[in-house]
């Protein structure tokens, strides 16, 4: 009886630190779309939105430090209204917005 109470506390510690190892590993992902919408001003974007090709919408804040094609993420702004379409490599942090981590102008072969 000792020992089958032993097991199953070690079943039921484990378990715990599964879900919990689980629970902290951000979810990673790429976009493939139009920029729809940049919010923020002169100095700086705080978000921005993606229309990927299924026709759903994505809210990304932008990673410190974060380029556009080698530009400030204000160059967000100039695919609004050019519509050139562009590939957001992102993960989730632990609020569940999305995270934009690389943004490029070009579709990814996994795509």
Do not use: W
Request: hydrophobic share 40%.
């Amino acid at each position: 009886m000792a020992r089958s109470m032993m097991i199953l506390g070690v079943l039921v510690v484990l378990s715990v630190i599964a879900s919990a190892c689980s629970a902290s590993t951000p979810s990673e992902g790429e976009v493939f779309g139009i920029v729809t919408e940049v919010t923020g001003d002169l100095s700086g974007v705080e978000s921005f939105v993606v229309l990927d090709t299924e026709g759903d919408s994505h809210k990304f804040i932008p990673s410190p430090g974060l380029e556009v094609m080698g530009q400030a993420p204000s160059h967000l702004r100039d695919h609004v209204v050019s519509g050139e379409p562009v590939t957001v490599t992102y993960h989730e942090n632990s609020t569940g917005e999305l995270v934009a981590d690389q943004v490029t102008g070009e579709m990814s072969a996994d795509m």
